[in-house]
């Protein structure tokens, strides 16, 4: 990505509100890093928000909720950008079953990807951020954060 425009880097970006952001950020007239589990769908919002807003629009296959995702995910875009200006983690999972009975490898996916992967790419942006004097970073969540669990 070589442009001058600021750098959007968006999780959960193949639907709902991860894509509503980049749809706001492209008209903006930011270029945009989208990052979701999918490949076909991600490719072709890359290049319909490409032709539509004249920005540049990288779509980034990667499943968050791995170990590690991350942190691969950032060496792969620092290769490919002069830094990211704004962080938007929208990616997440819920877990909607008794925690005593719900399936541990699917409990671990989950705070892989609400937790791990989004301290590790706020963790990554903020330096550059910090040294430009810009940066912008949105922690989406649900408000079924807020709801008392268990059965």
């Known amino acids: 990505m ?4 600021p750098v959007a880097l968006i999780t959960g970006a193949s639907s709902g509100l991860g894509f509503e952001f ?6 903006d ?14 490719r072709r919002q890359a290049r319909e928000l490409e032709a539509n807003h004249g920005i540049l629009a990288m779509p980034v296959a990667i499943d968050l909720s791995r170990p590690g995702a991350a942190e691969e995910l950032w060496r792969r875009i620092a290769a490919t950008t002069r830094g990211v200006n704004v962080l938007i983690n929208s990616a997440g999972i819920g877990v909607a079953e008794t925690f ?8 671990q996916a989950m705070l892989e990807l609400n937790i791990n992967a989004l301290t590790t790419l706020t963790r990554k942006a903020l330096p550059g951020m910090l040294e430009r004097r810009y940066g912008r970073i949105l922690n989406v969540s649900s408000v079924a954060g807020y709801r008392a669990g268990g059965r």
């Open 100 to 107: 005593a009975y719900s399936d541990p490898d699917t409990t």
């Open 2 to 5: 070589t442009s001058n425009r």
């Open 22 to 27: 980049a749809c706001q950020l492209a008209e």
């Open 29 to 42: 007239d930011h270029d945009l890093v989208l990052v979701a589990r999918g490949d076909g769908a991600l």
